[in-house]
């Protein structure tokens, strides 16, 4: 191996040796994560809107592994370039490691839960790489490359031993255990759809729990024990407010079907999803705490520190905006918000459905700006009319004939009053619509079509119940939104 490679090599090394002393710090301080996380949260925060919609688009939900991914590539990178520089450019290397050390620091203390702790491993990461690069230097001026070798095959071992080890000790898996615990004592009931809500046995009203989306900032979601959850209600109020989970489950007598979407979600996406919730209507807290007047909007804080701004007005005028304790009568699965989340029929979830949410200020828009709103969203998020065809698929080869087209609309709390589909370029014809019980739920459609052979298009689109047909204009989901039909082609043959 020439000096050069070697010098990479010993850089890689090096900076993994740091990634895995953080790792195992972090472990036995038992901290809630590791400066990698802290980092990677970071890297998400920076992250320009326009940009975290591009990634989000491109690899889905897989964004969470890939951020994290990048984070330790990029370290792995930076101290190729400290290993390079080690020999001959001393000051520049340690100046590499250091500018590390203290962005990861900075990272942690950026962190709702930043700490001490997470210092010491940034530290520790720092001296564990200067270490490895200083060993493996010594190594290689006493006895040449055999010994390089054998100390790096040493040292990379001992980096895989306390990185896996420090993985597999990490409290956050306990914790992870112990709060799985907690939710599955807390009662579960059976709940059934209303009736004829279904009109195609290939689609499902209901979104089981386990296949609804899943889109948030949180790297891990946050674990959070119920008996020390609170929420507390200040800022432009009569009187400061403290809730307990205990006072939620006293007082939950609220249950909605709702559909949820997201304003990241295309024309024809899945980031849709339909739960019965169950909780305590928010204007409840909010009358208790006692609004003042010139108060427009609420600002929801979830415990890790991510930020939603609601209209007042939503949460007030009588909907079934509700802090939820249950979805489709399970306690709140841990990465959909548990113990409480917020659930407000009508709005995107970036404006509305706050998950883990610990603290409610109650303000003006004017005053302050929420997570996505600083980075380009739209301050109001009302849902837009939308559609979609589920049955057929994209590619799907169907016989000539009479066919089954199948899909669900939505725009909640308004309604969906009308569901049109055409083939080609033909007439919109209208679908039958299934039951809903409210205009909060998405509704499914279906209609039979003459399959003529060849490559045909199917098209949908909604009329809501004030009677708007939804535009053909195509708008991408920033800032407030998609708009367009779906359609798909299929091949008849
Ligand atoms: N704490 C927290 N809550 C959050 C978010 C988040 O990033 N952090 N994302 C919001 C967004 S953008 C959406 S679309 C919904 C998604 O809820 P779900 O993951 O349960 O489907 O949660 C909202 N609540
Ligand atoms: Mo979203």
Known sequence: MGSVRRSIVAGVLAAAAGLAAAEGVAA?????????????QGVIRVTPGPIAEAVIGWVGTKDKPLTIACVVV??????????????GRRAWSLGVVA????????????????????????????????????????????????????????????????????????????????I???????????????PGVDVSEKLSWVTPN?????????????????????????????????ISYDDLVRRADTTAWVTLCCVSNPVGGDLVGNALWGGVLMRELLEEAGVQDDADAL?????????????????????????????NGEPLPVPHGFPVRQVVPGLYGYVSATKWVVDWEVTRFADVEAYWTQRG??????????????????????????????????????????????????????ATLGRVPSDDTW???????????????????????????????????????????????????
């Open 99 to 178: 500018a590390l050390v203290v962005g990861a620091g900075l990272a942690v203390l950026s962190r709702p839960y930043g700490s001490v702790g997470g210092l010491l491993a940034c530290a520790a990461a720092g001296l564990a790489t200067i270490a490895t690069l200083s060993t493996l230097q010594k190594a290689t001026e006493s006895e040449g490359r055999r010994s390089f070798l054998r100390t790096a095959l040493l040292l990379g071992l001992g980096v895989a031993l306390v990185g896996g080890g420090s993985q597999a000790l990490a409290s956050r898996h306990r914790r992870r255990r112990r």
């Open 443 to 493: 509704v499914q459609w279906r209609i039979e079509w003459d399959a003529v052979p060849g490559q045909r298009r199917l098209t949908v689109r909604a009329v809501d119940a004030e009677g708007t047909v939804q535009t053909a204009a195509k708008q991408a989901v920033l800032p407030d939104g998609a708009t367009g039909h779906d359609s798909v082609s299929v091949l008849v043959r």
């Open 377 to 430: 969203w739209s301050e109001q998020g009302p849902v837009k009319t939308a559609s979609r065809i589920d049955v057929p698929e994209l590619g799907d080869v169907i016989a000539p004939g009479r066919a089954v087209a199948a899909g669900v609309a939505w725009r909640q709390h308004v309604g969906i009053e009308r569901v049109e589909v055409r083939v080609d370029d033909g007439p919109w014809q209208e």
């Open 299 to 327: 600002l929801s804080t979830s415990e890790d520190g991510w930020t939603c701004g609601t209209p007042l007005a939503a949460l007030t005028d009588g909907r079934d905006a509700m802090l939820a304790l249950t979805m």
């Open 28 to 40: 036995i301080a038992n901290l809630r994560e590791s400066p990698v996380v802290a980092v990677a």
């Open 74 to 87: 990029a370290v792995l990178a930076i101290g190729a370039l400290a290993g390079r520089w080690w020999d």
């Open 210 to 242: 386990r296949d609804f989306y899943r889109i948030d900032t949180a790297l891990t979601a946050p674990l959070i024990d119920p008996s020390k959850w609170r929420l507390r209600i200040h800022g432009m109020v009569d009187r400061e407010l403290e």
């Open 180 to 194: 799985e615990q907690l939710r599955e004592a807390i009662p579960s009931t059976a709940v059934t759809p209303p």
